[in-house]
């Protein structure tokens, strides 16, 4: 692995524990990796337009190499955005739980990368749609923070988790089918409690680090 895409997506700078927990992997993960390229993709203090009727009309127009020239440029972001995963083997994306989902800004992301004909392909059997990755290779890890807690796998309020279960289902109907989720849990708790579940996910990030 020597690319990797950061997709920053809290609203907060300094305070959000999401971005520093990322900071964390990425210092750990690029000691390891000299001269690899890191590229930043900001979507949470800067988000990026939601999908609107032009995107889906230009997406999924009929005959895609026959694309109008103002329905390209309205896929022009989403080409963008498309292009930079494409041109990097390792993901990571900052993702706060945000009223059990993720902030707007990410899930706009998300739209624009999941893109017919380039990262999914729909084919036809006997009239039933069947999809297509069309991404190989590729890793991600998900940095999460949730104010409450029990939102991981078995946990109370599982069931409530549309966050990285939401990641992870989009990026493996994509191809990208190892994902590792790091969480700290607790936020609005006892401060203890959440400090010590971020030095927890700290570990995690550093042993990953070594891993990814
Ligand atoms: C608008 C908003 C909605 C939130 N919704 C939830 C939620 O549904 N569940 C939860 O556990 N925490 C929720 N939180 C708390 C955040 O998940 C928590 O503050 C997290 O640390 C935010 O990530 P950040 O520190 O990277 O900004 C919410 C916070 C905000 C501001």
Avoid at 131 to 157: C, D, E, M, W
Avoid at 168 to 191: K, Q, T
Wanted: with cysteine; net charge negative.
């Amino acid at each position: 692995m020597s690319s990797i895409l950061a997709v920053h997506g809290s609203p907060r700078g300094e305070r959000s524990h999401t971005r520093r927990l990322t900071e964390v992997f990425l210092d750990a993960w690029l000691a390891r990796h000299p001269g690899a390229e890191l590229t930043r993709r900001e979507v949470g203090r800067a988000p990026i337009p939601h999908v609107g009727e032009p995107f889906v009309a230009a997406a999924f127009y009929p005959q895609p190499a026959a694309r109008p020239l103002h329905m390209q440029a309205d896929l022009a972001l989403s080409d963008e955005l498309v292009d930079e995963l494409l041109e990097h083997q390792l993901l990571v994306i900052a993702a706060p739980m945000y009223n059990f989902g993720i902030p707007s800004g990410l899930k706009a992301w998300v739209d624009h990368v999941v893109r017919i004909g380039r990262t999914f392909a729909i084919t036809e059997d006997n009239g039933v749609a069947q999809y297509q990755p069309l991404l190989r290779g590729k890793r991600a890890l998900i940095v999460t923070s949730r104010g409450g807690h029990g939102f991981g796998p078995g946990g109370v309020n599982a069931a409530f988790n549309h966050a990285d279960t939401l990641l992870r289902s989009a990026l493996g109907f994509i191809g990208i089918e190892d994902v590792r989720v790091v969480a700290a849990e607790g936020e609005e708790s006892d401060s203890r409690a959440f400090q010590a579940s971020c030095a927890a996910a700290e570990r995690e990030l550093l042993g990953l680090a070594a891993r990814l």
